[in-house]
C-alpha cells in the first residue's frame, strides 16, 4: 500500500461548516497536502473561503495560485469560478466549461489527483445538493486510492454522500469527526510503519 501523497476534499452546500470540523481535528503536524473544491458563485470572490477555513485550522490554509507547488501539511483552496487540478508537483488552474454546473468542479479534482498519484490518493466528499464527485471517487478507487464519504445523516444536503454511495465508491461512510480520525488513523500508521 502507498503512502498517502495527497488528500483531496470535495464539498458544496453546507461545506464550509463540514471542512471547517474536519480541518479543526486535523494535527498540527498532519503531513499530506490537502486539496479543496468547495463549490462557491462567481459573486464570492477574494480568500474569504481560504480565510474562514484558516481561523479553525491548525494546518495553513491558502487559496491557489496557478502552478502553485504541492508542500506538506498545507490545505490548498480551489479559487471561485476555476477548476484545480493537480501535477505531480503543482496544481493548475483551468476555466473550462462547468462540470455539472460547477466550477471549480469536484470530480476535476479528484479525477486529476488519481491520474497524478494513483494509490497515493486519499478522497474525501462531504455534503453538497448534487452528484459531483461520484465520478472522480469511482476513479481514485479504481486507481487504488482511499474514498470516504460523508454520512447523509450527517450532512446538511445529504444528495452528494448519497450518490457516491449508491454508485458504490465509498470505502468508508463516517460522520465528520470520523472522517478527520481516519485522515489521521491512515497517515499515522504509514508514518509508524516507516524504517
Given amino acids: 500500500m502507498a503512502g498517502v501523497e495527497l488528500v483531496v476534499v470535495g464539498s458544496s452546500w453546507g461545506g464550509l461548516h463540514a471542512l471547517g470540523r474536519v480541518l479543526a481535528l486535523l ?45 506538506p501539511g498545507t490545505v490548498y483552496v480551489a479559487p471561485a469560478d476555476y477548476h484545480l487540478m493537480v ?21 476535476v479534482l479528484f479525477e486529476s489527483a488519481a491520474d497524478a498519484f494513483r494509490d497515493g490518493v486519499v478522497g474525501v466528499l462531504l455534503t453538497g445538493a448534487n452528484a459531483d464527485g461520484t465520478a472522480g471517487l469511482r476513479r481514485i478507487r479504481d486507481f487504488g486510492g482511499t474514498t470516504l ?11 452528494m454522500p448519497e450518490s457516491a454511495i449508491r454508485a458504490g465508491v465509498a470505502d468508508r ?6 472522517i478527520a480520525a481516519a485522515l489521521v488513523g491512515r497517515t499515522h500508521r504509514l508514518r509508524s510503519a516507516a524504517p
Avoid: C, M, N, W
Fill in 173 to 178: 461512510v463516517l460522520p465528520l469527526e470520523g
Fill in 27 to 71: 494535527p498540527a503536524d498532519f503531513q499530506p497536502p490537502l486539496a479543496v473544491a468547495q463549490h462557491r458563485t462567481q459573486d464570492i470572490a477574494g480568500d474569504g473561503l481560504a480565510s474562514s477555513l484558516a481561523a479553525v485550522s491548525p494546518l495553513p490554509v491558502r487559496e491557489v495560485d496557478d502552478k502553485d507547488e504541492l508542500r
Fill in 149 to 159: 464519504v460523508q454520512d447523509p445523516h450527517t450532512a446538511e444536503r445529504p444528495e
Fill in 87 to 107: 501535477e505531480r508537483s503543482h496544481f493548475e488552474l483551468s476555466v473550462d466549461a462547468p462540470v455539472a454546473y460547477s466550477r471549480p468542479s469536484i470530480d
